[in-house]
C-alpha cells in the first residue's frame, strides 16, 4: 500500500511540474506584459515549442497517479503493531496523499492547459478613442511575427501594440503569424511597431510590410 501511495505521488509530482511547464510560455508574458516587464517574456520563449509535449507527459502521467489511486488494492498481511486506544485513527491518509487532493490537482492543470482561451480577461480595456486623424496620415501594416502558439500570445501582441502611441486598431492570429495595425504615421511608424511587439510581447518580428503605403513615400 505504502509503494502503490510512493508511486501515485511520483506520478503526481511529474503531472503537475509539465502541467506548469506547458503554460509557462504563456502565463509568463502575460503577467509579465501587465507588470510591465514586458522584456522578460522573450526568456520563456523556448517553451513554446515544447507545450504539446508537456501537455501529453502531464495527461499521461495524472492519468497514472488516478490509476493508481483507484486500482483494486491487494490484500496483504499486515506486520504492523495494532493501534492503542488513545492513539486516534493512524490509518487515516494525509490530505496530500488523498483522492481529493488529486482532483484539485487535476482541476489546476486543466485551469493551466485552458489559460490561452481565459487570458482575454486579464487584459484591462485600451480605449482606443482618438482625435479626429487626417485620413492621408492613417497607414495599415501587415507584421510577421515567429513563436505565436495560443490565443494567449495573440492576446499578449495585441495589447502591446494598442498601448502604442499612434495605433489605431490592431488585431493579429497565431495561426498565421500574422498582425494587422492600423496607425497614426505622424505619431507612430512601422519600426517602432516592430520595437513594441519584441520589447512588450517578447516575440521576435520577421518583416513589417505597409499595405497602403502612397507612392513616393520614404
Not at 507584421?143 to 500570445?153: F, L, N, P, V
Amino acid at each position: 500500500m505504502v509503494n502503490n501511495k510512493s508511486k501515485k505521488n511520483k506520478w503526481l509530482g511529474v503531472g503537475i511540474f509539465a502541467a506548469g511547464a506547458a503554460s509557462i510560455c504563456c502565463i509568463v508574458p502575460v503577467l509579465a506584459i501587465l507588470g510591465g516587464i514586458g522584456g522578460v517574456a522573450s526568456t520563456f520563449s523556448w517553451f513554446q515549442p515544447l507545450r504539446p509535449y508537456f501537455m501529453a507527459l502531464s495527461v499521461i502521467a495524472l492519468g497514472a497517479a488516478f490509476n493508481q489511486a483507484y486500482k483494486p488494492k491487494k490484500e496483504i498481511e499486515c506486520e504492523c503493531e495494532p493501534a492503542r486506544p488513545g492513539d486516534g485513527n493512524n490509518n487515516k491518509p494525509r490530505f496530500i496523499n488523498s483522492k481529493k487532493f488529486l482532483w484539485i490537482i487535476l482541476f489546476v492543470s486543466v485551469a493551466l492547459y485552458s489559460f490561452p482561451y481565459y487570458s482575454s480577461a486579464l487584459f484591462p480595456n485600451v480605449d482606443m478613442t482618438v482625435a479626429m486623424t487626417n485620413s492621408d496620415n492613417i497607414r495599415e501594416a501587415k507584421i510577421d511575427i515567429e513563436g505565436m502558439t495560443c490565443s494567449s500570445c495573440e492576446n499578449t501582441v495585441d495589447y502591446s501594440l494598442k498601448t502604442t502611441e499612434g495605433v489605431l486598431s490592431a488585431t493579429s492570429s497565431y495561426k498565421t503569424g500574422v498582425a494587422k495595425v492600423k496607425y497614426d504615421k505622424t505619431k507612430t511608424s512601422p519600426e517602432q511597431l516592430k520595437k513594441a511587439i519584441e520589447e512588450k510581447a517578447g516575440f521576435k518580428v520577421k518583416d513589417v510590410t505597409e499595405l497602403n503605403k502612397k507612392n513616393g513615400e520614404e
